[in-house]
């Protein structure tokens, strides 16, 4: 079982922001200011990228006077899986994780949409790339949060030069710290040349993410999603649209391959993550995707998601983890 070295506050804080603005984290066992969690400069994760993450979401519902934490038990299940393909695990279960995360949210107050950050990292200093016989340890954090990509205007997105990591070479469908720098590649290149995201090709050319979303089109009434297969992040928010577009819009949801063109004719084309949340794109490459607008369905899926992760649908409350 986790435990905590230091005493607990006295008192519940109810949602109430603390009466000082310093925002805890959970490092190395305890509950400590960010602002004194620190990694040693030989720290093996910070010299070779040897961590995985998860990003996690917790929405606040003014009505209700909650923060709801997202989908809390599949982001730790995954980050458990993760964990175990780069010879890590976490420090307690999925469901130990969740009570852990909860704790630092209820101690932080937060009563505005937040952004959670676990991650496991080899902790040993050393020089030398491997992934064996090293220490790792655990961390969390949490910050206030707010939109990642702008949901509401559609964004422009370029087919950059730059290849998803293949499965061969770095597994996509693990969270892997240094994998993200081929995501810093392409999201760059996009926005150096004027665009506001990045769409990256597998090596084999086929249409696989954003620089860190998953990705759909919409052609002919059916929503379209390339498989796991393509070397894509197994997204825990493209998992949710699925299900919504099923249940809530009586869409056929299909995964198979995308070419790169048929993005240029597609009806619509979405992307979708916990930071992107559900972002319609306009234009890719520049040209326009259906009539260069958000188009119906991706602004349907975006309100459905929003009220969803908010409270307001109760087909989906089980999503969600009070907070308060």
């Given at each position: 079982m986790l435990t905590d070295k230091r005493a607990r506050p006295t008192g519940d804080t109810g949602g109430s922001l603390p009466a000082e603005r310093t925002v805890l984290?959970?490092?190395?066992?305890?509950?400590?200011?960010?602002a004194d969690a620190?990694?040693?400069?030989?720290?093996?994760?910070?010299?070779?990228?040897?961590?995985?993450?998860?990003?996690?979401?917790?929405?606040?519902?003014?009505?209700?006077?909650q923060l709801f934490g997202l989908k809390l038990l599949e982001h730790y299940q995954r980050m458990a899986k993760s964990a175990g393909v780069m010879f890590m695990d976490l420090p307690g279960t999925p469901e130990e994780m969740v009570e852990l995360t909860i704790d630092l949210l209820r101690r932080n107050g937060f009563r505005e949409d937040t952004y959670v950050r676990p991650s496991v990292y080899k902790s040993t200093e050393a020089i030398g790339v491997r992934l064996h016989n090293l220490e790792h340890r655990f961390l969390v954090f949490c910050?206030?949060?707010?939109?990642?990509?702008?949901?509401?205007?559609?964004?422009?997105?370029?087919?950059?030069?730059?290849?998803?990591?293949?499965?061969l070479s770095i597994p996509a469908r693990s969270k892997i710290v240094g994998a993200y720098v081929?995501?810093?590649?392409?999201?760059?290149?996009?926005?150096?040349?004027?665009?506001?995201?990045?769409?990256?090709?597998?090596?084999?050319?086929?249409?696989?993410?954003?620089?860190?979303?998953?990705?759909?089109?919409?052609?002919?009434?059916?929503?379209v999603t390339p498989p796991v297969t393509d070397d894509i992040l197994e997204g825990i928010t493209r998992t949710a649209l699925m299900e919504i577009a099923r249940n809530e819009m009586g869409l056929d949801v299909v995964e198979r391959q995308i070419d790169r063109t048929e993005l240029y004719v597609a009806d619509e084309v979405l992307l979708c993550g916990t930071g992107a949340q559900v972002s319609p794109v306009i234009s890719i490459d520049h040209r326009a995707v259906g009539a260069g607008r958000i188009g119906p369905i991706g602004a349907r899926l975006r309100d459905l998601y929003f009220d969803a992760v908010r409270g307001r649908l109760p087909a989906y409350r089980h999503w969600l983890t009070p907070v308060y």
């Open positions: 984290c959970y490092f190395e066992g305890e509950f400590v200011p960010l620190r990694l040693g400069i030989m720290t093996h994760a910070v010299l070779y990228g040897t961590a995985i993450f998860e990003g996690i979401r917790a929405y606040w519902n003014e009505d209700e006077g910050l206030p949060f707010g939109d990642y990509i702008d949901t509401t205007r559609g964004i422009k997105a370029q087919t950059v030069s730059w290849r998803r990591n293949s499965d081929n995501s810093a590649f392409a999201k760059t290149e996009a926005q150096l040349n004027g665009y506001d995201e990045a769409i990256v090709l597998t090596l084999d050319g086929h249409a696989s993410e954003g620089s860190a979303e998953n990705l759909f089109m919409v052609r002919d009434g059916l929503l």
